[in-house]
């Protein structure tokens, strides 16, 4: 047993926390503001290797552990949860599953430009009517020769405006369920494919959040990652990693929350002193850092059990679920501490609240997480 | 990072889970039932795994175990039996660590060996109206040549009855607060301490917490422990430790909870399947398990950071917040899996929820903790400095 974080882990996590708070903190209102994608941001973490963080080195990743990956989320996430997604997605939801089951092929055309940062991913499985329940996606593709013809919609697509290689998930067998499932690499300039508008959220509002629509959308066979059928398999065993990405974006906005609530309650006066000798305010401060500190030690847990190559859904699902939860309660209460300047813009706090209500939702519900759990521990 | 136990600690968890499922297990109701002290079994303990000295140096004959050895020793145990377990852990961290750290090379000599193998002892700080604030204690203890004499009266005395020594702090300054603090070893029959009636309590009934009074107790002055005034330093150095003990505890017991919980939720049946299958049950089953684990690391990496020699004073008290919580919550949900016969004392899960309230109480309520975490947050930040 060792809680300790080594050399490198430590080095990333200081890197990751001063690009964040010198380059990304100090421009985030201005991202959530104007809802503008942040691609300086995301150009930075090209530079630093952080958009392939797990990848290997020969395919242009930075060949590091997940444990440091969660430190640099955390890091990053706190300073802007909007690039904080960018880059969650880029990592956990793509270039993952293209170094896990993709051929070499697929490695050096498509996995290497999205590891080194100089093209972004994105992940393609919800649409309208599929959502928790991914297996009944009706985006089809359809064999003709050697390419796929694709139809359907997808939605709620993370990076989806800004994106130039999206990983879809297409039933390839409309009969077979979940087995018919199959993932398709597809280029942004694909003729047929068109983008909607970008949703316009509560928060992250950075993030370029849109529908996907394919329209006999031809794509060479060789693009399809992993066997036809296997794409339910790839598509759930990346939500795994994905879940610890989530978890330390919600670390991260509950840190900053946390932290601008510690500050403020020591600023702050009433009948003569700091509100920060009142139990009232040290019981909210005290239940927030425990509940932090729980959530990321869940949440290195799964990062390190991910790293041994054991099952890790029940930790990660574990993870997601209370990093989510305690940076919602966090920062709520850091709205309260702040009382009616909680309230409005000129402090951050009404936006983390807004930001980490998200990490509740994606990357599937705090009630998936709870299907996971309860599954792993009632299996046989 | 590495969260795995170690080759050692993995079998020294089983071995006690084993012998807690197997020895301990068929005992329990019994002295729960008549709120007996389970001295036979505390004994036996001592005797077959060498539990009375967990914190005591192997050259006094003890088995000196690193503090996340000892967490996951009072985890089995809280799992198996909370009364026995809180038993045990006073003994070890405020009985016999106390000694081993703070005792001169006589007391050492004279008292661990004993406390290793048919002893058992006792730690007494509270008094009726001394409680989180120890500084407002009234005992005394005067001079009087090579002898001390206490006078006074202590509450909540855990092991206090069957206890053969028991360290009990009073006042050698009224006037210096907590500086005028002094411990005692005091040996079981010493004239002028009664022990007084076991309270009746909602749960750990077979561990009795009584009333002390001291009234001309004349205790030599070479059983004095550590200097005059150190008292409140080194009950409260103990403190943190025994904050990790009641953590480990609460996991204990919540998992035990857990356990049970899921072990019903697989068999019982409702409307043609078994509950599991419904989402009502998995929430609450996955709501519980994510408490555990997550208050299992806490205490763990509390421990870890002891053993470490680093400061953990924040850390156990976050460990033991979290986990007496998480052991009420957990419980609390087991019974309502259960329904009725989670009300009913046949599926212990009744004693388990009775049991787990009192770690929210014990070696600091939870607003003690909260004060601790947040002052030493705050501290951190640069408040107060």
Redesign the interface.
């Known amino acids: 047993?060792?809680?300790?974080?080594n050399e490198e882990?430590r080095l990333i996590r200081d890197t990751a926390r001063e690009l964040a708070e010198k380059e990304f903190a100090p421009r985030s209102a201005e991202v959530d503001e104007t809802s503008k994608f942040p691609a300086d941001n995301v150009k930075k973490l090209a530079e630093l290797g952080f958009m392939g963080m797990n990848v290997e080195e020969k395919w242009g990743g930075a060949g590091l552990s997940s444990?440091a990956y969660a430190l640099a989320m955390e890091e990053i996430s706190a300073a802007c949860a909007s690039t904080g997604v960018i880059m969650s997605v880029n990592n956990s939801l793509v270039c993952d599953p293209l170094e896990r089951y993709g051929n070499d092929f697929q490695k050096e055309t498509f996995l290497a430009p999205l590891a080194r940062g100089e093209k972004l991913g994105a992940y393609c499985l919800t649409e309208p009517e599929a959502g928790s329940d991914a297996q009944n996606l009706r985006t089809s593709a359809v064999r003709e020769g050697d390419h796929y013809v694709v139809n359907g919609t997808k939605n709620f697509i993370t990076n989806g405006q800004v994106a130039d290689t999206y990983l879809v998930y297409c039933k390839t067998d409309p009969e077979a369920g979940h087995r018919g499932i199959s993932t398709l690499i597809i280029d942004a300039k694909s003729k047929g494919l068109e983008r909607g508008n970008k949703e316009n959220t509560m928060g992250i509002r950075g993030s370029s959040t849109c529908s996907l629509f394919f329209t006999n959308v031809r794509v060479p066979v060789e693009n399809r990652l992993g066997e036809e059928g296997s794409g339910f398999k790839v598509a759930l065993s990346t939500l795994d990693g994905g879940r610890i990405g989530i978890a330390s974006q919600a670390l991260g906005i509950g840190r900053a929350a946390l932290?601008a609530a510690?500050?403020y309650?020591?600023e702050r006066k009433t009948f003569g002193k700091?509100i920060?000798d009142l139990?009232a305010?040290?019981?909210m401060?005290?239940?927030s850092?425990?509940?932090l500190?729980?959530?990321r030690?869940?949440t290195?847990?799964a990062a390190?059990?991910k790293d041994t190559g054991k099952r890790y859904s029940s930790?990660a699902?574990?993870a997601k679920?209370?990093a989510s939860r305690a940076s919602v309660l966090i920062a709520d209460r850091a709205v309260q501490i702040h009382g009616g300047y909680g309230y409005i813009r000129e402090y951050p706090v009404e936006r983390y609240y807004r930001d980490a209500k998200i990490t509740e939702l994606y990357e599937g519900t705090s009630?998936i997480?709870?299907?996971v759990?309860?599954?792993s521990?009632?299996r046989? | 990072?590495?969260?795995?136990?170690?080759e050692e600690?993995r079998l020294l968890k089983r071995t006690v889970r084993e012998y807690a499922d197997s020895e301990i297990a068929p005992q329990v109701a019994r002295y729960e039932d008549a709120s007996e002290f389970p001295r036979p079994v505390v004994m036996a303990l001592w005797k077959d795994l060498g539990l009375g000295g967990m914190y005591c140096p192997e050259e006094y004959g003890g088995i000196d175990l690193d503090p996340?050895s000892y967490a996951i020793v009072v985890e089995e145990l809280g799992r198996v039996w909370p009364s026995l377990c809180i038993i045990v852990s006073v003994h070890n961290s405020v009985g016999v660590q106390l000694i081993a750290e703070h005792g001169s090379p006589e007391q050492k000599t004279k008292y661990l060996p004993r406390l290793n193998t048919d002893w058992v002892a006792a730690f007494s700080l509270s008094e009726a109206g001394a409680g989180s604030d120890v500084g407002a204690m009234r005992a005394t203890a005067v001079r009087d040549g090579d002898h001390y004499v206490l006078n006074g009266e202590k509450n909540w005395v855990t092991n206090g009855q069957n206890a053969d020594l028991t360290v009990i702090f009073v006042k050698t300054d009224s006037q210096a607060g907590n500086r005028g603090i002094t411990a005692f070893l005091v040996e079981k029959g010493t004239p002028g301490l009664t022990v007084g009636r076991p309270e009746r309590k909602m749960g750990i009934k077979a561990s009795e917490a009584v009333v002390l009074s001291l009234s001309d107790c004349r205790v030599p002055a070479a059983s004095r422990l550590g200097k005059e005034g150190q008292g409140f330093k080194i009950a409260m150095a103990e403190l943190d430790g025994g904050r990790i003990g009641v953590g480990a505890q609460a996991v204990g017991i919540a998992e035990a909870a857990l356990e049970r919980s899921?072990r019903y939720?697989?068999e019982r049946q409702a409307f043609g399947r078994t509950i599991?299958e419904f989402?009502a049950?998995?929430?609450m089953?996955?709501?519980m398990?994510?408490r555990v684990?997550?208050?299992r690391?806490?205490v763990?990496?509390a421990a870890?950071?002891r053993r470490?020699g680093k400061p953990y004073t924040?850390?156990a008290s976050?460990a033991k917040?979290?986990a007496s919580e998480a052991a009420t919550f957990v419980s609390h949900r087991a019974i309502q899996i259960h329904g009725g016969y989670g009300y009913t004392v046949d599926y212990k899960v009744e004693q388990y929820y009775r049991d787990a309230r009192v770690t929210e109480i014990y070696e600091g309520t939870s607003e003690i903790?909260?004060?601790v975490?947040?002052?030493k947050?705050?501290a951190e930040?640069?408040?107060g400095a």
């Open positions: 047993m060792d809680f300790s974080l882990e444990l932290e510690t500050k309650a020591q700091p920060a139990q305010i040290q019981w401060l005290a239940d850092v425990t509940e500190d729980a959530a030690l869940l290195h847990r390190v059990i930790e699902s574990m679920l209370a009630e997480q709870r299907l759990i309860a599954r521990l009632l046989p | 990072m590495d969260f795995d136990l170690t600690q996340v899921i939720a697989r599991g989402q049950i998995q929430w089953l996955a709501d398990a994510t684990e997550a208050a690391h806490l763990y990496r870890w950071l470490a924040r850390e976050m917040l979290y903790q909260r004060l975490i947040a002052r947050w705050l930040h640069g408040y």
